[in-house]
Structure formats: structure tokens, C-alpha cells
């Protein structure tokens, strides 16, 4: 059935408004980082990455599903159409798209970066997953390695000829990093040794690549236990020798492949370091801090979970929406004669609500990580400090939001897409059903949505004394003040009732028991999420107002006007919970299951 919409991945009016309407990423230009580009370079990188996408990444997404890695006992097998896509990302320059123009890159703001990437991943994240690695790796080198190690792995990592991987967790640990036992001891040339295993290690190994860069998180021996004792390790597949030519095989096997749900074309991993004399690895920066190096690559990777969500459901959607187009069935309530035509399915009402709730999850999902990819360029570029702490403090306290919202939402957009296409949605012989599983992994990557609850209401929200929470709150009162006039003004003064009542919910969990607190740690995250999003969509209510395309215009205002009538409603609803501080979590006994 051919498709009616110019692409499945994107509604491309939808991204350039975000990004010019709402966003003014173009007003960048007049910073001196981004002084060589224009609309013109940025829409450039996007026809680009989508042009690639659609070419390299999207028509193998189905036979990387079908075929996964696979290990013959020496070396692992990947379907060799992912190894030419990442060839044309790298060659196209998309691994650096962000980089100074001394490392090869772009030099494109984070947001338009961010933007192209997200196009790669709705054509296919499991391929995608590799360079998403592999970027966050590299910058985590760039901030916190040593210069040699900069100048040794970052070259090779941009031009896509290395590709990194972060190790984290190992079996007996699971999220609680506390509890790993990697350890290294110094090997007196300046390098250590390191043993341990690591588990559930994305892009570990493969056949994709020259060499593979694990950063590995272990213990220096004798270092203090807890997270205080957790240092930052750089251990490549192969050694380097100083010409940069790559030496002898490191200590590094793989233990076995992992077969997850979805992203099946992603190699998952298990490695043992050390299975002989240890692991061949350099110190990142200093001993002990290992844990607070990684969270450069964590919160780089948990934006990117988010927005790998959000694509997955805004693929998931259009794919839905160009079906219940073009499939007829059925008649109008009202049509009383067989004979007559049957109608296409989206002018049944309820196919229609399961597309607007798709819209405005994964349009406000979007929305939403592509402000946080803006104030990544403010923290970087702005000309004032203020301004550069204010949008620092922000992205902190929306950092798990943008991992955690669109994990659980869009994931529902992509449930809704399969029910929109009734029993063919759950068949191979339609996409949908592979949308769905790729994202259902996004609510555990990168850290639970469950934990994501407890860093925002056990951390984020108190930090500095609550500065990053005030701020958030002066952000939105604003945007709600500027929608006080106009179509949008019963919006605004639902979500100003909603955000007040946000602010009574964080007073009476702060006072109260933070065993109580905690326990409902997931609901409090909820409401916030969805009162963060209703501002997403409240800015693009305020935004819309002079676009020029009528039936976009329209269509926009009625996504936000469902989130506003159908969803926001909803998550007021565990504000009554969250009030009376209920203990029923808390409570309830092991032994009662």
C-alpha cells in the first residue's frame, strides 16, 4: 500500500516549526560559535541526515530485526547493511556534526545537531545505537581525558572508524553501581590492569569497526566501597601503538550475546576484563571521580533515550496515520445501507482519538527534548554567566523528564499505533509491531523510569535549596503569562492551577517522611512530566498563531487543546495521592504477594 505522506519519519513542517517558530535557533547564528552558518546550513544538515536515513538506515531496519548478531565462537556477525550505513553516516560527516571545525566537525548547535541525529533513529536505532555510543564516548574524553588520550581515540572516533561503548552495570549489580567489583590495580608504565565483568554492554563487540573504545567503570584496589570508590577507565578492543596503528588483541572477551526484545541489530553484551593478566587500561582523569565523569555520558545518553523514544513513536504514528488514510472499513454510525462504500478508518471517532493522542504525545515529547537540546547550547554559548548557570540548573532538573517522559508515552503512542491498525498491527508483515518492541527497552535504558522518579523528586528538585525547581516554575509562570491572551488563555490558566498545585505537592513531600515521599517517587514524576509537557504544548499554542499553513495551524491547537482536555486531567489525579503522603507502597509486606 503505497504511502500518502512525503515521509514516515518526520512531519518535516512539524520539526521547522519546533525549530524555527518556537525554538529561533536561527537567532544562533549571531553567536561567534555559529557565525558561519544560517537557516540555510541548518535546513542543509536535516535534508542530509534525512536523505541518508531513508537510503541507508530505514530499508535494512526490518532484516537487522530478522537476523540478529551472531557469534561463531571467534568473532560476531552484524548483517553487513548496517556496516554501509554507518559508513555513509560517518563519511557524510554526521558522527562530528556537532564537533569544533578543528576536530572535522559541523560546528552545528547541539539542537539542530540533535534534530538530523533523531532522523536516523526513527529510521532505525538499532543501527543508530553505534554512533549514539560512539558520540557520547568521545565527548566524554573530550571533557575529562587527558590530552594524548584526546588526540589518541576522539580522531578515529569522529571519522566513525572507532566505536565506543560505555560499561557500566555488571550482573550482580544491576542499577545499584554502588555494588560493582571491576577492579584495577596500576601496572607501573602508567597503565593498569583491570578485571571484572560487566553485562547488558550495547555495541561490546562486533565486526563493524576497526576498533572498539569501552569506558569502563571500576575500583582502584584498595578504593573506598560505595560510589565514592568508582573510577573511570579507557580500554580499547585493541591495543594502540604510538604511531596510532592498532597493536595486539586486548584483554578483552566477549562472554556472550544478550537477545533482547528489540533493537536486535544492537549487539548486547556480556565482557569479561581480565580473563587473563588484565585488561590494558587508562585512568580517566582522577581516581574516585569515575562515577561523576560518566554522568556526562548518562545525561548525553538519557536526552538522547528520550528523543529515541519520542522517534520511535513519531514514526510509529505517521505510519498509523497514513494507514487508517488509506484503509477502508467500515461505515458512519448513522449509514444504514451496506451497499454504500466503506469509509477510510481515520473518519471513525475513536480511530481519530488514538492519532491525536499519538500527535500530541509525540509532538510534545519532541518539543520537549528539543528544548532541552537548546539549552545545551545556551549552557555552552551564551554571552552571560547568569544565563549559562540558569540553563545548566534547567537541563538538570528536566534531564530525567526528557529521558522518563517520552519513554513511557510515546511508548503508549506506539501501542495506539498497532491498535489503530487492528490485527495487522501485531503481524510482521507491518512495522508497527517492531516500532513497539524497540521501544519498550527506552523505560529501562540509561536508568529506570523508576529511578529517573527518584534523581527528580530526590535531587534534582532540592538541589542548591531548590533552585533549579524555582527556576523551572519562573519558566513556565511566564510562558503562561504570555498565553494569557488569546486562543490558548483557558490553557494557560489550567496548567497555572496545575503547576500551583505542583508547588503544594513538593512543599508537603519535603516536609514529610522521605520514606513516604520516595515511595510515590514515580507519580510525582508523572504529574510534573505531564505539566512540563502541557507547557510544551502552551509555547507551541503561542507559536502557532501566525503560521501560515491553516490546516497545520489547526491541527495544532487542537493536539494541544486534547492534551490539555484529556491528559492533564489525569495526572492532577495523583496529586491527591502525593498529598496525603499514602503509605500503602510502604506498607505493604513481601510476604503478602
Same mark, same amino acid.
Given at each position: 500500500m503505497p504511502s500518502l505522506l512525503p515521509s514516515l519519519l518526520i512531519d518535516r513542517r512539524d520539526l521547522d516549526f519546533q525549530l524555527y517558530d518556537v525554538l529561533r535557533v536561527q537567532d544562533l547564528t549571531a553567536r561567534d560559535r555559529f557565525a558561519e552558518h544560517s537557516r540555510e546550513t541548518f535546513d542543509a544538515s536535516i535534508d542530509t541526515a534525512l536523505r541518508l536515513a531513508e537510503r541507508y538506515f530505514a530499508p535494512h531496519n526490518r532484516k537487522s530485526d530478522l537476523e540478529e548478531p551472531r557469534f561463531d565462537g571467534s568473532r560476531v556477525h552484524v548483517t553487513p547493511e548496517v556496516r554501509e550505513a554507518l559508513d555513509a553516516f560517518s563519511k557524510a560527516g554526521m558522527m562530528a556534526a556537532g564537533q569544533d571545525f578543528e576536530l572535522g566537525g559541523m560546528q552545528l548547535p547541539h539542537t539542530v545537531a540533535l534534530a538530523g541525529f533523531g532522523l536516523f533513529k526513527a529510521a532505525n536505532m538499532a543501527t543508530a545505537s553505534y554512533p549514539m555510543l560512539t558520540m557520547a564516548a568521545a565527548n566524554l574524553i573530550l571533557a575529562h581525558g587527558s590530552e594524548e588520550q584526546k588526540a589518541r581515540y576522539v580522531p578515529n572516533m569522529l571519522a566513525g572508524r572507532w566505536i565506543g561503548t560505555m560499561a557500566l552495570t555488571e550482573p550482580h549489580a544491576g542499577s545499584s553501581l554502588a555494588d560493582i567489583r571491576t577492579t584495577a590495580e596500576p601496572a607501573g608504565d602508567g597503565t593498569w590492569r583491570l578485571t571484572g565483568n560487566k553485562i547488558f554492554i550495547s555495541g561490546g563487540d562486533h565486526d563493524l569497526s576497526e576498533n572498539i573504545v569501552h569506558m569502563v567503570l571500576g575500583r582502584v584496589?584498595? =578504593?573506598?566501597?560505595? #560510589?565514592? *570508590? +568508582?573510577?573511570?577507565?579507557?580500554?580499547?578492543?585493541?591495543?594502540?601503538?604510538?604511531?596510532?596503528?592498532?597493536?595486539?588483541?586486548?584483554?578483552?572477551?566477549?562472554?556472550?550475546? #544478550?537477545?533482547?526484545?528489540?533493537?536486535?541489530?544492537?549487539?548486547?553484551?556480556?565482557?569479561?576484563?581480565?580473563?587473563?593478566?588484565?585488561?590494558?587500561?587508562?585512568?580517566?582523569?582522577?581516581?574516585?571521580?569515575?562515577? $561523576? &565523569?560518566?554522568?556526562?555520558?548518562m545525561n548525553e545518553a538519557r536526552i538522547a533515550v528520550g528523543l529515541g523514544a519520542v522517534m520511535l513513536g513519531y514514526t510509529g504514528y505517521l505510519h498509523a496515520l497514513d494507514y487508517a488514510r488509506s484503509r477502508p472499513q467500515g461505515r458512519p454510525a448513522g449509514a444504514k445501507d451496506p451497499s454504500t462504500p466503506q469509509r477510510p478508518i481515520i473518519e471513525h471517532a475513536d480511530v481519530r482519538r488514538m492519532l491525536l493522542a499519538q500527535k500530541a504525545y509525540v509532538e510534545g515529547g519532541l518539543a520537549l527534548c528539543l528544548y532541552a537540546a537548546r539549552l545545551v547550547d545556551e549552557r555552552r554559548t551564551a554571552a552571560d554567566e547568569g544565563a549559562r548557570r540558569e540553563a545548566g540548573l534547567l537541563l538538570d532538573i528536566l534531564t530525567p523528564l526528557v529521558k522518563a517522559w517520552p519513554a513511557q508515552y510515546c511508548l503508549e503512542a506506539n501501542d495506539l499505533a498497532i491498535q489503530v491498525h487492528g490485527g495487522y498491527g501485531y503481524t510482521r508483515e507491518y512495522p508497527v509491531e517492531q516500532f513497539y518492541r524497540d521501544n519498550r527497552l527506552n523505560p529501562i535504558h540509561e536508568g529506570t523510569n523508576g529511578i529517573q522518579a527518584l534523581?527528580?523528586?530526590?535531587?534534582?528538585?532540592?538541589?542548591?535549596?531548590?533552585?533549579?525547581?524555582?527556576?523551572?516554575?519562573?519558566? #513556565?509562570? /511566564?510562558? #503562561?503569562?504570555? =498565553?494569557? $491572551?488569546?486562543? =490558548?488563555?483557558?490553557?494557560?490558566?489550567?496548567?497555572? %492551577?496545575?503547576?500551583?498545585? +505542583?508547588? %503544594?505537592?513538593?512543599?508537603?513531600?519535603?516536609? *514529610?517522611? $522521605?520514606?513516604?515521599?520516595?515511595?510515590?517517587? $514515580?507519580? &510525582?514524576?508523572?504529574?510534573?512530566?505531564? /505539566?512540563? @509537557?502541557?507547557?510544551?504544548?502552551?509555547?507551541?499554542? @503561542?507559536?502557532?498563531?501566525?503560521?501560515?499553513? /491553516?490546516?497545520?495551524?489547526?491541527?495544532?491547537?487542537?493536539?494541544?487543546?486534547?492534551?490539555?482536555?484529556?491528559?492533564?486531567?489525569? =495526572?492532577?489525579?495523583?496529586?491527591?495521592?502525593?498529598?496525603s503522603l499514602d503509605p500503602t507502597l510502604l506498607d505493604m509486606r513481601p510476604d503478602w504477594f
Open positions: 584496589r584498595g =578504593a573506598p566501597a560505595g #560510589i565514592r *570508590g +568508582i573510577s573511570l577507565f579507557l580500554v580499547p578492543k585493541f591495543l594502540v601503538e604510538p604511531d596510532g596503528s592498532l597493536g595486539r588483541r586486548n584483554d578483552v572477551a566477549l562472554a556472550g550475546l #544478550i537477545h533482547k526484545m528489540g533493537w536486535r541489530g544492537t549487539t548486547s553484551t556480556m565482557l569479561n576484563f581480565g580473563e587473563g593478566e588484565g585488561a590494558v587500561a587508562w585512568l580517566v582523569g582522577e581516581p574516585s571521580q569515575g562515577l $561523576s &565523569y560518566m554522568f556526562h555520558m534523581d527528580l523528586l530526590g535531587r534534582k528538585v532540592t538541589m542548591e535549596g531548590g533552585a533549579a525547581f524555582r527556576l523551572l516554575a519562573r519558566e #513556565i509562570r /511566564a510562558a #503562561i503569562d504570555r =498565553a494569557a $491572551s488569546g486562543e =490558548a488563555a483557558g490553557h494557560a490558566a489550567d496548567l497555572a %492551577r496545575t503547576w500551583d498545585l +505542583i508547588e %503544594r505537592v513538593t512543599s508537603t513531600l519535603a516536609a *514529610g517522611p $522521605s520514606d513516604r515521599a520516595l515511595a510515590n517517587a $514515580s507519580l &510525582y514524576l508523572d504529574l510534573v512530566g505531564h /505539566a512540563v @509537557v502541557a507547557w510544551m504544548w502552551l509555547r507551541q499554542a @503561542v507559536a502557532v498563531r501566525e503560521h501560515p499553513d /491553516a490546516a497545520f495551524r489547526s491541527g495544532k491547537l487542537q493536539a494541544c487543546r486534547y492534551f490539555f482536555h484529556y491528559e492533564l486531567p489525569r =495526572a492532577r489525579a495523583h496529586a491527591e495521592v502525593l498529598l
